[in-house]
């Protein structure tokens, strides 16, 4: 087995710089057991949209990641949208690493453990032994082959006024084609909703300030309050002897910028979700102005949207304090978001202050930490999320 004193060396002898023997939080997970990993850290810091030509992104990123799943044995560490699992599995490497890299993977240990564990799945969560040298051979090649050729050739990154965000980059999710038209009217709408909405643009946060509730994750400190809180509940809920008959949990934690911007198009919604729904929704209000593209319908639209979805950037999600919350019944299935006549609204209103979590009036589900500089007022909530829109 390989340890800290047995530390991978390239063709010339030469202990590379990018592998990184760091401890090993769960010795399953790593390659190295509990001495260490070829750099298994995975400290998402996510990348800069809308740069140099990196607009073409938007096509390619899937859902939310903590919704994602997969098999693949790879998909246990790192969890990545499907559109990287199907570049691999094309062997289309430069696209693999750059919709990693868009998910939030962008260091050089990070990429090569990714192809090199999809290459390598009956490595992934077990030692590797110091006499499978084909094994370190092949991580090698994969770094010096593909992620650094891939990472020279990457576009260089900026920070716009407004983040990565930009109009440009908008895209028509709903029923049918969108013409010139329709597209220079949506582009008008997300700019005055951007231009309208209240607080700071908050960006996508280093991986390294998140920590993990469930399977999602949230900022550090909110994180740990969270599931301290998720913890007491569920003892109650115990204690009120409704285990196994009703379970409870997140639905929605913390989401980036970029995130947000897909939601706000209504990505996943197939037309039922974000712009294409509120375009239906106020056509007639449109229409009625005599120019349902005009700067009046721009006004309308936007004003019915703040209502029930940030703004890219403006989200209280983003900033990694707020969750939503839900509950299910029986032992298994999903979550539905909780209601206030529900068991957990009750335990929550009774207890989460104790936690520093606060709600929204306006949406049962959605509670925010606020900790003891975290005060936040009504109008940062403003338009974070409408009753039975969004998920």
Known sequence: MLTAAHNVRDRAGHEPDAVHVVPARDERSHPFGRFGTIGIRTHPEWLKHRVNGFEAMRDHLQGEIEEE?????LMRLFRLPTRVMDALAGQAWGSAIALARAAGYDSENDL???????RHPE????????????LTRSWLEIRDTIVRPALRAAPA????????ISAAGLAWYGPGTATPELMAFMRAVFERHMATSKGSFVDSLPGDTLGRVDKMRLRADAAEAAQRMLDAARAALAAA???GRTRIGLTSAYRSAWRQFEIWQGKDG?????????????????????DPHGP???????KLMRKYIAAPGYSNHQDGLAVDLGTGSGPSGGLRRIKRTDWFHRWLSDNAATYHFEPYPAEAWHWVYRGSANQLSEDEFEGDEGEGRLF
């Open 69 to 73: 799943s997969s098999d693949h044995p």
């Open 112 to 118: 090569t453990n990714i192809v090199f564990y999809f």
């Open 123 to 134: 490595a992934a969560g077990r030692k590797i032994q110091r006499h499978e040298t084909d």
């Open 157 to 164: 990154t900026g920070a716009p006024a407004h983040g990565k």
């Open 241 to 243: 002897g409704l285990a």
């Open 270 to 290: 197939k037309g039922k979700r974000g712009f294409p729904y509120y375009y239906a929704e106020s056509a007639a209000d449109r229409r009625a102005t005599g």
């Open 296 to 302: 009046q319908s721009v006004e309308i639209l936007t």
